[in-house]
Nanobody
Framework: QVQLVESGGGLVQAGGSLRLSCAASGRTFSSYAMGWFRQAPGKEREFVAAVTWSGGGTYYTDSVKGRFTISRDNAKNTVYLQMNNLKPEDTAVYYC????????????????WGQGTLVTVSS
């Protein structure tokens, strides 16, 4: 059974940076696409970013393009989300997800979810 454990969330001022990490276990990490979703208070969960199994392809929602970078280290079974120039509207619980393809992730069909880590951006 796959397990995804996020870390790196916290409180940061607007314009600051954070790096989220997600450690995966329970299946062959390098065979799966990985991604991040977020859910802000009172809002629906939304796709943020995804990366292919090799790391060669990445996808982002428009609101984070140019500010967030998703990457993975298959040797460490870990996926990262580097978040720069953070804005108050980025405040949310961020969830790590895994799926058979980035298309599955982007269409909210990931098959594994982490517990989430809270990111709070103050103005």
């Amino acid at each position: 059974q796959v397990q995804l454990v996020e870390s790196g969330g916290g409180l940061v001022q607007a314009g600051g940076s954070l790096r989220l990490s997600c450690a995966a276990s329970g299946r062959t990490f390098s065979s799966y696409a990985m991604g991040w979703f977020r859910q802000a208070p009172g809002k629906e969960r939304e796709f943020v970013a995804a990366v292919t199994w090799s790391g060669g392809g990445t996808y982002y929602t428009d609101s984070v393009k140019g500010r967030f970078t998703i990457s993975r280290d298959n040797a460490k079974n870990t996926v990262y989300l580097q978040m720069n120039n953070l804005k108050p509207e980025d405040t949310a619980v961020y969830y790590c997800v895994s799926g058979t393809s980035t298309q599955k992730i982007r269409t909210n069909a990931a098959d594994a979810w982490g517990q989430g880590t809270l990111v709070t951006v103050s103005s």
